[in-house]
């Protein structure tokens, strides 16, 4: 019988210590795959953060590149113009005008038809001041009458 004890003790013992192997084994690769999920995780969260400032970066880019298409075509934007004198006859009255034609070119394409400004003067009044308080689509006079509600309504 001393035999046969020999052989179950080692069996539980060979039992015994493979139980043992496996929840030490098992132990051991909760601990790598804890490690590699934490990995995971911190390229996951690098990942993203770089995901969003590639967005920023493009959208920024996109940005700029809007604005200098804008003024681009705002640089081929160009006002053209021309004025000069009328006289009107009636009777013995002698009526002087002064008539300002303006258009907006895009490159050498026009936008708009001729815009027409008719304005009486006087004798001795000094003709380029006088055309140019006439103009139309001068921006930097339209932003100079700010006080002019009428000129404010053609902004």
């Not at 953060?49 to 298409?69: F, P, Y």
């Not at 001068?138 to 509600?149: K, T």
């Amino acid at each position: 019988m001393d035999p046969l004890w020999w052989i179950v003790w080692s069996g539980t013992c060979s039992l015994g210590t493979g139980a043992l192997v496996y929840f030490i084994m098992r132990s051991h690769m909760d601990v790598l795959l804890s490690k590699q999920r934490e990995e995971l995780s911190g390229a996951r969260a690098q990942l993203a953060s770089q995901k969003e400032s590639l967005a920023e970066t493009i959208r920024n880019v996109e940005e700029g590149v809007r604005r200098k298409a804008m003024d681009e075509f705002l640089a081929d934007i160009r006002v053209e113009e021309r004025h000069y004198v009328r006289e009107h006859k009636v009777l013995f009255l002698n009526r002087k005008c002064m008539v300002r034609q303006e258009r907006i070119f895009f490159r050498n394409i026009p936008l708009s038809n001729w815009v027409e400004h008719e304005m009486p003067f006087e004798e001795g009044v000094d003709m380029e001041k006088l055309a140019q308080t006439m103009t139309v689509f001068a921006p930097d006079l339209l932003e100079q009458a700010g006080a002019d509600p009428m000129k404010r309504l053609l902004l």
